[in-house]
């Protein structure tokens, strides 16, 4: 058996890990070209991996692309483990894999396919997701599902936090999987598979906090953006400023303020705690870190210090 592993994103490195530490016969890492990874968030350095274990290290700048398709049929693998992938894999580069190429995707598919799973789920409100491990199909994230697993969302996670356990659940399933793959098989789960909407790709752009929103929506808003994504944001006189951390206040269906309206300092002994209450459309949320217009951080304390009683947070 021959198996190649293609990725970028930190999230791959537990599954990776995982699989090599079991005796995985992964004859190459393809991952994204540096100059290219430069330009991204959260992009893994697979180098070390790669030379811990002697193994070789390639390149790309799209798997679709001739030099790619090359490379697959040079390396000729029964399996490629596509994990943490920014591109859609083409039909002719998956039919170059034997017995098939093997995707993880951030969620109890069919359910949020498309683009940051996780994050969506976040800004949806939801309390569940999971990670499913399945057979590369023709379209996005279709494909016959091998393993499913659930994640429960708790009103203490962030993009990062839930990222990292769907990271350690991937390498489980990638673990246990393995002997079955090493004996020829190919293993699936007889689930039905629908296609239903794919989610939108979410960009820098479309971090803007909506202040009319209740106090929950806004706060998982700016829960589901933080590191390692680009942050939520709102403007305060014309700049804008980046909110990296919140609290929640008790939910309420009574305004404390008009949306977007700073109400004042929320003080304590600890520094941690020390922040800014601004109104929602319903109830209010406590800003526990944000960053200024020239890059510097400001939490606890020092942001409870500000004299920002009464300002409003604007759209531009």
Not at 169 to 178: A, D, G, I, K, Y
Not at 192 to 199: I, Q, T, Y
């Given at each position: ?54 193994i070789r290290l390639c390149e ?48 109890l598919l069919p359910h949020n ?141 009574a305004p404390i303020g008009t ?58």
């Amino acid at each position: 058996m021959r198996f190649a592993w293609l990725g970028m994103h930190p999230e791959g490195i537990p599954s990776l890990s995982g699989l090599l530490e079991a005796g995985a016969p992964i004859s190459a890492i393809i991952t994204l070209r540096g100059d290219l990874a430069a330009k991204k968030t959260a992009v893994a350095d697979y180098r070390p991996l790669a030379a811990r274990y002697g193994i070789r290290l390639c390149e790309i700048a799209n798997i679709n692309e001739p030099h790619a398709l090359t490379l697959l049929c040079e390396l000729a693998p029964d399996v490629v483990f596509v994990i943490g992938w920014h591109q859609i894999v083409r039909p002719q580069a998956v039919q170059i894999a034997k017995i098939g190429m093997i995707g993880a995707h951030a969620s109890l598919l069919p359910h949020n396919r498309g683009s940051a799973p996780l994050n969506w789920s976040l800004i949806k409100g939801e309390q569940v997701t999971g990670t499913t491990l399945f057979w590369l199909g023709e379209s996005v994230d279709t494909g016959e599902i091998i393993e499913q697993r659930s994640i429960a969302i708790t009103p203490f996670d962030t993009c990062a936090s839930l990222y990292e356990r769907v990271a350690q659940t991937n390498r489980q399933l990638l673990v246990e999987l393995l002997p079955r793959l090493m004996s020829g098989e190919r293993p699936t789960r007889d689930l039905p598979f629908a296609n239903g909407a794919v989610l939108p790709r979410r960009r820098p752009a479309d971090g803007l906090v909506d202040w009319t929103q209740s106090s929950g929506a806004v706060y998982d808003f700016i829960r589901a953006l933080t590191r390692p994504y680009p942050g939520a944001f709102g403007f305060i006189g014309g700049k804008r400023w980046r909110i990296w951390n919140a609290a929640r206040l008790p939910a309420t269906e009574a305004p404390i303020g008009t949306p977007g309206t700073m109400i004042g300092p929320v003080v304590s002994p600890s520094a941690d705690a020390c922040g800014q209450l601004v109104a929602c459309g319903e109830g209010g949320v406590v800003l526990l870190e944000v960053e200024d217009p020239e890059g510097k951080m400001i939490r606890g304390r020092a942001l409870a210090e500000l004299p920002w009683t009464g300002l409003r947070w604007d759209r531009d």
